[in-house]
């Protein structure tokens, strides 16, 4: 399975961009990337999936380099309820339940 | 549409019991995926099933089993508790084989005391 790496932590303010990058350097060819949100108490909720170039819904863009060893979650305008930890997962999109949590980065956004 | 369901929603148990924690997956899911998640960690994968048979298996001793039901819910069991065994216990449904984007929904989970 492929070790992902994030920063532990991050802080912005209401209204900024955040990026968050993930490191994968041994993703496997059959591996997709896949980004969770979780708050306190609840399970993951699926942000976005991707495996080359860009992706982008309602809610996040996903920006994969040609290399694919690393990939970056971007969210718009953030508001405080965006507060959360946030996964970065490599696996086979067909073996949903093989991909490897690591310990997410906690996004904690200011008034 | 219902989402994924756990039940209980917590629960203690003192060393040595056994525990059987219940899931019902997303209307229309076919897999089913146990996780347990420890105090400020990441979700670690135990097991997956599907056509009520484990397809895949995390890093978990065999104090760690499980089932699927012809309906598609599940039972996570734990066998001779011990103390690191307490966790939130998390269930994700998905679909085996899907074109496009192959997301996992996830219960709100179970909360395991061990005393």
């Known amino acids: 399975l492929a070790k992902t790496t994030q920063p532990i932590s991050m802080d912005s303010y209401e209204g900024q961009e955040v990026n968050i990058t993930c490191s994968h350097n041994n993703i496997a060819t059959n591996d997709y990337i896949t980004w969770y949100q979780q708050f306190p108490s609840q399970g993951p909720r699926f942000i976005i999936q991707g495996y080359k170039t860009k992706v982008t819904n309602e809610v996040a863009s996903l920006f994969i380099p040609a290399d694919r060893k690393s990939s970056t979650l971007s969210l718009p305008r953030v508001s405080l309820s965006d507060t959360a930890v946030y996964y970065c997962l490599v696996g086979d999109r067909t073996n949903a339940g093989k991909s490897t949590f690591g310990d997410g980065t906690t996004l904690t956004v200011k008034p | 549409d219902a989402g994924v369901t756990q039940s209980p929603t917590h629960l203690i148990k003192t060393r040595g019991q056994q525990v059987t924690l219940r899931c019902s997956p997303k209307s229309g899911h076919d897999t089913v995926s146990w996780y347990q998640q420890a105090l400020g960690q990441g979700p670690q994968f135990i097991f997956q099933y599907y056509e009520e048979e484990e397809r895949q298996r995390g890093n978990f001793p065999d104090r760690f089993s499980g089932h699927q039901f012809p309906n598609y819910s599940s039972e996570l069991n734990v066998n001779a508790l011990l103390l690191g065994d307490s966790a939130l216990y998390l269930c994700?449904?998905?679909?085996?084989?899907?074109?496009?984007?192959?997301?996992?929904?996830f219960g709100p989970g179970t909360r395991l005391t061990v005393l």
């Open positions: 994700a449904s998905s679909l085996a084989v899907r074109a496009g984007v192959n997301e996992q929904f």
